[in-house]
């Protein structure tokens, strides 16, 4: 598939089919994200895939920081209500037949950074993202849909307990063959968002 046409007709999938992924795809889908361009290439990146029976305890994990976000023991207290769209988001990883978790090797969680860390983690973030925009990109082109997960930081704590990680946790990428066709969200207008210098 072209590229741009990729990047023009892939959506976030949220519905998934009941149908396993052949392990030789989702290693293919990996060796894009394995092939992202990093600062100074430090390809700070590890992929934790969760199949199987291993989603249930995954999930469980999952939940239990979400009812301690809402007993108000999480890390965002004072915002309990957001909380239901990562109850949501549990359905959706509970569907999917592959969540990967991505981290970051380079860093661990840390409230305070003096600014040369916090440039670096920026850096590897960055890195980061372009190597699980091309993971989705390549299951797209194998006909897998997927879904970008950032509602896992409402059970930071306890995913980074059960996936035995003192790396930072930067996202998870659900997988599966789609049950829908949703349309393309609505964008910003060029306009909007470049200025020319």
Not at 16 to 21: A, C, L, R, V
Not at 148 to 177: M, P
Request: glycine residues 6%; neutral net charge; proline residues 3%.
């Amino acid at each position: 598939m072209e590229t741009i046409a990729a990047i023009e007709n892939r959506r976030s999938i949220r519905r998934f089919i009941d149908k396993e992924i052949d392990k030789n795809i989702i290693e293919k889908i990996m060796e894009a994200g394995i092939l992202a361009p990093s600062g100074k290439n430090a390809q700070p990146w590890k992929y934790i895939v969760v199949t199987g029976e291993n989603k249930t305890e995954m999930l469980k994990a999952m939940k239990e920081g979400i009812e301690n976000e809402k007993s108000g023991n999480g890390i965002f207290m004072r915002h309990r209500q957001l909380n239901i769209p990562a109850e949501y988001t549990v359905k959706i990883m509970e569907e999917a037949p592959i969540t990967i978790f991505v981290i970051n090797t380079v860093e661990k969680m840390k409230l305070t950074q003096t600014m040369e860390e916090k440039l670096g983690e920026m850096a590897n973030i960055q890195s980061i993202g372009a190597s699980i925009q091309n993971m989705m990109l390549a299951a797209f082109d194998y006909g897998i849909g997927s879904l970008w997960i950032c509602d896992i930081y409402f059970a930071y704590r306890e995913l980074s307990k059960w996936l035995n990680t003192d790396q930072q946790i930067i996202a998870a990428i659900s997988f599966g063959y789609a049950n829908e066709k949703p349309s393309a969200r609505p964008r910003k207008r060029m306009e909007e968002v470049v200025e020319w210098r």
